[in-house]
Nanobody, 112 residues
Framework: QVQLVESGGGLVQPGGSLRLSCAAS????????MGWYRQAPGKQRELVAT???????NYADSVKGRFTISRDNAKNTVYLQMNSLKPEDTAIYYC??????WGQGTQVTVSS
């Protein structure tokens, strides 16, 4: 079993930054992919970014150049640095492990 605990969400003004963290515990393999999805009100959950155990990354087109995903395998933690935030980035952000396990979600609101 795997448990994921997210932190770092909140309210930020447009153009601001936030850093999300997701700590994994349980039966974790450092080579398995981890990452982030998000779901805005009335929309389907969508991929934000994913990183493999060797550091290969994949980003949604909408966040390329603004968001950076990273991973600390020693801490079983994945991070999402979000810069130049826009109102359309407002959503609940969910961490995943191996696309099978999910965190409880953390709210990100971008508003003036």
């Amino acid at each position: 079993q795997v448990q994921l605990v997210e932190s770092g969400g909140g309210l930020v003004q447009p153009g601001g930054s936030l850093r999300l963290s997701c700590a994994a515990s349980g039966s974790i393999s450092s080579i398995s992919p981890m990452g982030w999805y998000r779901q805005a009100p009335g929309k389907q959950r969508e991929l934000v970014a994913t990183i493999t155990g060797v550091g290969r990354t994949n980003y949604a087109d909408s966040v390329k150049g603004r968001f950076t995903i990273s991973r600390d395998n020693a801490k079983n933690t994945v991070y999402l640095q979000m810069n130049s935030l826009k109102p359309e980035d407002t959503a609940i952000y969910y961490c995943h492990y191996l696309y099978q396990y999910w965190g409880q979600g953390t709210q990100v609101t971008v508003s003036s």
